[in-house]
């Protein structure tokens, strides 16, 4: 089955700077990647996706590629604000597969 | 639409007591998730199903647990007897099968078993 792996498991940063997150996956088949985020307390929450046909995809500040050859894909935040600390969990699945496999989770912290 | 519906929000039960989490999916979705979230494990898939099929139950920790689909929009975890390691944050989550497969979670059930 598939298997993703998430680094790093915590980040750090100024408010400002630039945050990215990685994530590798197994299955060559994987075409479907998407990134939640969960707050505090709260549920797990899409925030941005991207499928295999594309590169890249940006949605403001947030933008995340793909190397299908490589098999890994990465979350890029830029300008972080406070708001912005939460875990982030990315996820791979194939069409018709149903189940998405997650990462562990990544723990951002934007220092004001 | 309402999304993912989970009930109850907050549960706090005595060791040994049947513990009944229930979901509605978000209308037209057929794929349902139960995932499983503590601070030591993380985020775990519990089982899933398609079309009211339990496709994969190979995260259901023990006998204890026991999920069902008695229709096409609504399930139940169950935990019998429920023992305090069970305490976590469950999370229901459906999605449409097929291209896509974005994931939608319920606000979770916090169980508390003392």
């Known amino acids: 089955g598939e298997n993703v792996e998430q680094h790093p498991s915590t980040l750090s940063v100024q408010e400002g700077d630039s945050a990215v997150i990685k994530c590798t996956y197994s299955d060559s088949a994987s075409n479907y990647f998407p990134w939640y985020k969960q707050e505090l307390g709260k549920r797990p929450q899409l925030i941005i996706d991207i499928r295999s046909n594309v590169g890249e995809k940006k949605d403001q500040r947030i933008a995340v590629t793909l190397n299908k050859t490589a098999k890994h894909f990465s979350l890029h935040i830029t300008e972080t604000q406070p708001e912005d600390s939460a875990v982030y969990f990315c996820a791979a699945s194939g069409i018709g597969a149903g189940k998405s496999t997650f990462g562990d989770g990544t723990t951002l912290t934007v220092k004001p | 639409d309402a999304g993912v519906i989970q009930s109850p929000r907050h549960e706090v039960t005595e060791m040994g007591q049947e513990v009944t989490l229930r979901c509605k999916l978000i209308s037209g979705h057929n794929s349902l998730f139960w995932y499983r979230q503590t601070m030591m494990r993380g985020l775990e898939l519990l089982i899933y199903?398609?079309?009211?099929?339990?496709?994969?139950d190979s995260g259901m920790p023990e006998d204890r647990f026991s999920a069902k689909m008695p229709n096409a929009s609504f399930s139940t975890l169950k935990i019998q007897p429920s023992e305090p390691r069970d305490s976590a944050v469950y999370f229901c989550a459906s999605s449409l099968g097929g291209v896509g497969n974005t994931i939608y979670f319920g606000e979770g059930s916090w169980l508390t078993v003392v």
């Open positions: 199903f398609n079309n009211n099929v339990p496709i994969d």
